[in-house]
């Protein structure tokens, strides 16, 4: 698929690098010294990774996800979303690297540039991790009473799970 | 302690459902499989996080997010009414966003935190602060640069295609979020 979206990623390293350079920034320098930042939040969810990847794989291999899908199969469905993204659906407002171990494991199974692999992915880039912002946020400027700032956030997932499943049939599969 | 639950519930029910559909076998291959599955990942991952950081770095060292946050500033007040006049909350809500749109997560959550702490009248949450929240927890980066790397560790085509896609979901599940938080803070009156 080629089309104006192929030039966002070149068009904008290079506008940014030249940018930065007409304001005199040592632009490699900084490149460098991201990398290394980048690096570390690699390091930092590596971990997680290596358990939560193992507790996905188990879970595929045993047939339980499977039992998941199809006991949500109905309901998702009937919103076009495929039944597969059941468990990717649940985790994902609940820990960033359970959903993105989730995904990984959803995107390599059904294949990367399939329909369900395509729409994992989606979700994945396009949602946050509700409940842990939440309590992050209030948590930290000593919030008891968190209102209706939950439904509302879950609102805006689900709205996200929707829209992705159908923009994804819409753009790419149609 | 939450992920603790959920980790040993996904072991649990593995380790049952292999028992009773007779994959137990299975079920142990693929905990190795998933641990090694985990180092292969974060390698080719690796250099799309990297890449994107760097290019975070230099964006911000140009001072476009500043810029950015600048021109955001307008917008914002308008979907936070009561802070609109407070210098130190608007300032460092518009660092939030714009730090959030380019994907600077380090730098996003203190600032949002900087915010919260200034919108703040009591332990209740306000209408403004859990508007702020809301925003928050529906990811509207422009550049999703992880799921990028997940794709590109997959042997996608072009990992970045999903870009439209992601940002018309983005705008979808924000604006949800957004409408919901102005009709719950009408009819959610204050107890």
Redesign the interface.
Known sequence: ?SNI??L??PA??LG??V??LY?K?D?YT??????????R??IK??PA????????????????MD?LSDFFAPALETIGIPKELASLIF?RP??GS?A??V???I??EYG??SLI??TA??????????FY??A???G??????????I???L??????FF??AL??RL??FS | MAMAWIWTGMVAVSVIFGLINGTIGAVGTAALEGASAAVQLCISMGGVICLWTGVMEVMERGGLSEKLSRLLRPVLSRLFPNSAGNEEAMEAVSSNVSANLLGLGNAATPMGIRAAAAMRTGTEANNDLCTLVVMNTASIQLIPATVAGVRAAAGAANPFDILPAVWITSIASVTAGLLAAKLFSRIWKRS
Do not use: H, N
């Open positions: 698929m979206f192929d966002v990623i904008l390293i940014v690098s940018f930065a304001k920034v632009v900084a490149i460098t010294d991201g990398a290394a930042k980048g690096l939040v690699v969810i590596f990774l290596v358990g939560l990847l193992t507790a996905v794989y188990m879970f595929q291999a045993s047939g339980a039992a985790i609940i820990s359970g993105l171990a995904g990984s494991e995107i390599t990367v540039d692999g395509v992915a989606v979700m994945l880039g396009s949602t946050e991790t509700t912002t939440v992050v946020y209030f930290a400027v000593g919030i008891r009473k968190t209102r209706w700032a439904p509302a956030a609102c805006a997932d689900f709205v996200g829209v992705a923009t994804v753009l790419f």
